[in-house]
Each structure stands twice: as C-alpha cells, then as structure tokens.
C-alpha cells in the first residue's frame, strides 16, 4: 500500500508564492519519477512539472522561469516552489508518483491539493 500525501495548498494573492509539499510512504522500494499535474475547474488536468530520480525536470510552458520541483529523496517527498502566482494558477494540484513496491512498478496519485490565486 502507498500513500501521496499533498500539503501547503492555500489562497494567496496574485504575485505571492506558495510552496507544496508531497511525501510517499508504504511499502516503497524505490521512486522514479514524481510530479505535480493541475486541474482547473471545466479543464482538463495538466503536467505542471516532473522530477527524475537523478534530478531531470520538466516544466510546462506556463510555469517555467516562476515554478521550481525540487525532490529530498531520503524523505520520499518532492516540492513544488510557486513564485509569481497569477490567478490562472487556480486549480487543484495533485502529486503523482512511479513507484516499485513489493509488487511492481506503479503510478499513484495524491488526493490533490487546491490552490487559489485571488486578490
């Protein structure tokens, strides 16, 4: 059994930052890759960023140069660092997770976290 549990989601006011926090833990052998995806209402959930095990990212377009992942493998958590919030960041933000357990490798997600940008 494995567990994503997402934290530091909030409401923040338009060029604020936010830092999100998701930690995994279970039965976990190792951790590939991790990330954060994004679900607007009405939209359609999106890659916000990515994290390899050896520290390779990945970014949208939109978030690039104000959003940093970061990942402390020792603690199984990976961050997400939102600088310059704009209010088309609202969304829910959900970890994911490719993860070797006794079992296999498989994807998890967290149950999401919601970040509002408002004034």
């Known amino acids: 059994q494995v567990q994503l549990v997402e934290s530091g989601g909030g409401l923040v006011q338009p060029g604020g930052s936010l830092r999100l926090s998701c930690a995994a833990s279970g039965n976990i052998f190792s951790i590939n890759a991790m990330g954060w995806y994004r679900q607007a209402p009405g939209k359609q959930r999106e890659l916000v960023a990515n994290?390899?095990?050896?520290?390779?990212?990945r970014y949208a377009d939109s978030v690039k140069g104000r959003f940093t992942i970061s990942r402390d493998n020792a603690k199984n958590t990976v961050y997400l660092q939102m600088n310059s919030l704009k209010p088309e960041d609202t969304a829910v933000y959900y970890c994911d997770a490719d993860i070797y357990t006794d079992q296999a490798l498989g994807h998890f997600w967290g149950q999401g976290t919601q970040v509002t940008v408002s004034s």
């Open positions: 994290i390899r095990f050896v520290g390779e990212t």
